[in-house]
């Protein structure tokens, strides 16, 4: 697999936010988002045995699989690694493509508003959504998509008058609409990786 990095930190998003968490990003997506964080050129080979034995180096017994778009790579044969050596399995997607069996954890992220339409999710359950919100693209429900929890996190633009902006949008925003909850990046606040 083309691993980015294999790190130790805080989730910082969504409904685990603060949980101590091993997270493995891969490289490669199928997607070209214009405000993508992963250089997808640096990666490492590694065997899911190697992902394994560099998770168990770390306490935290959540895993998260993250990029890029961990789909393109993610094995059954790896789900059922890091659950035997006893670890949960958490994946973020943009849910584009299925995901083996087994996963602990769904974060939905949908892309299509920023991408274009022919890149809708394919994925019919999640156990939360996580749409980006930047001020101008109008927040989607996606209703065909069961899910437990749907947040909305304000985009990081790297500009902190711009960001200030879309944060202040978003939180009068999800109280118009309670239906959503805000996620902000605690690790970005938090200044942690």
């Not at 993250?66 to 890091?82: I, K, M, N």
């Not at 996580?130 to 996190?153: A, C, M, N, S």
Request: a negative charge; aromatic letters at 8%; glycine letters at 8%.
């Amino acid at each position: 697999m083309k691993v980015n990095e294999i790190f130790y930190s805080l989730q910082g998003e969504g409904h685990h936010s603060g949980r101590p968490s091993v997270f493995v990003r891969l490289s490669g997506c199928n997607l070209a988002c214009p405000f993508c964080d992963t250089d997808h050129a640096n990666h490492n080979p590694m065997s899911e045995a190697q992902i394994v034995a560099a998770v168990l180096q770390h306490p935290a017994r959540w895993v998260v699989l993250t990029g890029g778009e961990p789909a393109l790579q993610l094995t059954p044969s790896l789900v059922a690694a890091l659950h035997q050596a006893g670890r949960q399995v958490a994946v973020e997607t943009n849910g584009t493509r299925p995901l083996p069996e087994g996963v602990d954890w769904v974060t939905l992220s949908p892309k299509d508003p920023f991408v274009g339409p022919g890149y809708k999710p394919v994925l019919k359950q999640a156990n939360e959504l996580k749409v980006l919100f930047d001020g101008i693209h109008r927040p989607t429900l996606y209703p065909e998509i069961e899910v437990g929890y749907r947040y909305l996190q304000p985009l990081d633009t790297g500009n902190p008058e711009r960001n200030a902006t879309i944060t202040a949008q978003a939180v009068a925003y999800c109280l118009q609409n309670p239906e959503w909850q805000l996620s902000l990046q605690i690790h970005k606040l938090l200044n942690i990786k």
